[in-house]
């Protein structure tokens, strides 16, 4: 039994109002608890820390933000489909599919032979579109092996994220932050909110892993801004 981490969770409050202005689709609704557990892979955004003792990358102390991104934010393009990713500065190069939610409205996970891809929630805004679109991904697998966001709490203030669309296109970002957010107080306005431009956000787990409750305290997000379309 792998225990997990689940990135994204119930919108509410201010969050729902901010979500009519269309930018948005309706978020995964998973339990309170905003865990999920099964068995096999661990499921996206998170699993235990590696078996040797060493904290995963996206455990680390997190850098603030600086006063914005060195480009100014690029207009929206038109809606597309995400067919790859890359980062860098990670080493991240993979395809995207997409992920809606299941019968009970939590969000769907990579899994099988797509396991160590990026996902993309479908309810979200394409990247490149207005609004903030979001990706997702694991942490680390079965046996604690490093999955495709081991190394995302590295990533750093103006590094670019390229993200291939299905139209040809190639929506360019630029890192404004990098956060680390107690699951418990899961900043749900400033994932899933409207913006003024096309952004994008991209979660998965990270911070101490509870033994006792088989999962990760935080969520890891990076937050970008289209900078060239």
Not at 68 to 92: F, L
Not at 161 to 172: F, H, K, P, W
Not at 205 to 218: I, M, V, Y
């Amino acid at each position: 039994m792998v225990a997990v981490c689940a990135a994204l969770v119930v919108i509410g409050g201010v969050a729902a109002a901010w979500a009519a202005a269309h930018q948005v689709g309706p978020p995964p609704a998973p339990p309170a608890a905003a865990d999920v557990t099964e068995t096999g892979p661990a499921a996206p955004n998170g699993a235990p820390e590696p078996a040797d003792g060493r904290p995963s990358a996206s455990s680390r102390t997190m850098p603030t933000a600086p006063d914005g991104p060195a480009e100014a934010t690029a207009r929206p393009m038109p809606a597309s489909r995400p067919t790859a990713v890359r980062i860098p500065s990670i080493g991240v190069d993979s395809p995207v599919h997409g992920l809606g939610l299941d019968p009970e409205g939590r969000l769907r996970v990579p899994s099988g032979a797509r396991y160590d891809e990026v996902a993309w929630y479908d309810g979200s805004p394409t990247p490149g579109e207005a609004g903030p679109a979001v990706l997702e991904g694991h942490v680390t697998g079965t046996g604690y092996r490093p999955s495709v966001f081991f190394e995302l709490g590295n990533t750093r203030p103006g590094d670019r994220i390229e993200v291939d669309r299905a139209d040809g296109s190639t929506a360019v970002f630029e890192v404004t932050e990098i956060r680390s957010a107690p699951r418990a107080d899961f900043p749900r306005v400033d994932v899933y909110g409207a913006t003024k431009g096309p952004e994008l956000r991209v979660i998965t787990c990270g911070g101490t892993f509870d033994e006792e409750s088989g999962h990760h305290l935080d969520n890891v997000i990076v937050f970008a801004e289209l900078v060239r379309g």
